[in-house]
């Protein structure tokens, strides 16, 4: 997208009185005209955040974020300790990479006495690292975030999709950013009992998806947020990649929504009494698990 679309699609936005934009990827900061675009939509009055890998943080980069107070919070990816965040990223060095950028961060913020961005980091629990989840946050919160959030990985297959198209009666679900014919076996009693215990050691800088203490049968998505895509599309769930409400070039947010608010209403309805096997592997709450 180019950045005179993304300004213009982010004042569209503005007039809807959206208050908070996060923006992910991919990669955000693989986008040449990141920091012009978020510099603009700051001067909005938008409170932005970002989810980002790390790796592509320079020292310029983090001391401009800071010097100009460009996000509110911005959200590092992290996989485990050095070894293990490595080899899911598969790639040697890269922890070291983030961690440096990280404790950079925290340098500058500390010398020019800012408070913002707050620091978050999202640590994905699979069969990958749940056997070092002590000592992987155990090392990550000597990066002093202010939550490190457990949430776990989300496979979409070939038998979820269909199931989920085939009820809503439609191609709601194309090919998968989360796709994976590999089931991973995690067992969730033991990943909550883990979840607890680093709780009371920890306090309340450890965060997780609410399946990790109870059942969860609620979206907290819908109707709360959207997802803009490079194209302009409107999505309202972000595990229903093909289900398009309208494009934010042709008309706003509220109109779209508005229009589509049975369809949205139904879908909320079917999520939270168990019927959307999607559901399952949300990428933002897990619901009905």
Known sequence: MELETAVYLCERLRKDNVTRITFIGGEPFLYKDFLK??????DMGFL???????????????????KNNLFDKIIFSIDGYADIHD?????????????????????????????????????TVSSYNI??????????????????RLQLASFVNNSLIEQTNNFL?????SMHSYFS????KIDLEKLKNIFLNLKKIHGGRI?????????????????KNAIITPSGKILPCPMLNNFSIGNLKE???????????????????????????ICRQCCVEKVII
Do not use: A, M
Not at 91 to 113: A, Q, W
Not at 207 to 223: P, Q, R
């Open 37 to 42: 675009l978020v510099f603009k939509v700051n």
């Open 48 to 66: 932005t955040s970002v989810v980002t890998n790390g790796t592509l943080l320079t020292e310029n980069l983090i001391f401009e974020i800071i």
């Open 87 to 123: 080899r899911i990223r598969g790639e040697k060095g890269v922890y070291g990479r983030v961690e440096n950028n990280i404790k950079f961060l925290n340098h500058l913020k500390r010398k020019y006495n800012k408070k913002k961005p707050e620091l978050l980091i999202y640590l």
């Open 131 to 148: 056997d070092k989840l002590d000592l992987s946050v155990s090392k990550i919160i000597s990066l002093n975030p202010s939550k490190i």
């Open 169 to 173: 009666g439609g191609e709601f679900i």
């Open 181 to 184: 014919e590999i089931k991973d």
């Open 207 to 223: 965060v997780g998806e609410k399946i990790l203490e109870d059942l969860n049968t609620n979206c907290s998505f819908l109707f």
């Open 251 to 277: 008309r706003s947010l509220r109109e779209v929504f508005l229009e589509n608010i049975d369809v949205i209403s139904k879908i909320k309805n079917f999520c939270e009494d168990g019927k959307l096997p």
